[in-house]
């Protein structure tokens, strides 16, 4: 896992962590514009904990100045 961890790290700019937390937050994002669902509906489609977990998430992402693929 070790190994996985590294080349993805490297590969990415960011540990899977890190990834899974910014494509929930893009996803969030997209279906804020595109939804009429509530944002606690949105969180829990994305796998967030709660709006909150949401709210830190995209202020920690907005420093993420480009997406990885």
Do not use: N, W
């Not at 899974?20 to 944002?39: G, H, N, T, W, Y």
């Not at 967030?48 to 977990?53: A, D, K, L, N, T």
């Amino acid at each position: 896992m070790a190994h996985f961890s590294r080349v993805f790290k490297q590969l990415t700019g960011m540990d899977v962590t890190e990834y899974v937390v910014f494509k929930r937050v893009i996803l969030a994002k997209e279906l804020l514009v595109r939804s009429d669902d509530s944002i606690k509906t949105i969180c829990e489609k994305c796998g967030m904990e709660s709006e909150s977990y949401y709210i830190a998430a995209t202020q920690e992402g907005a420093e993420v100045s480009s997406a990885p693929s």
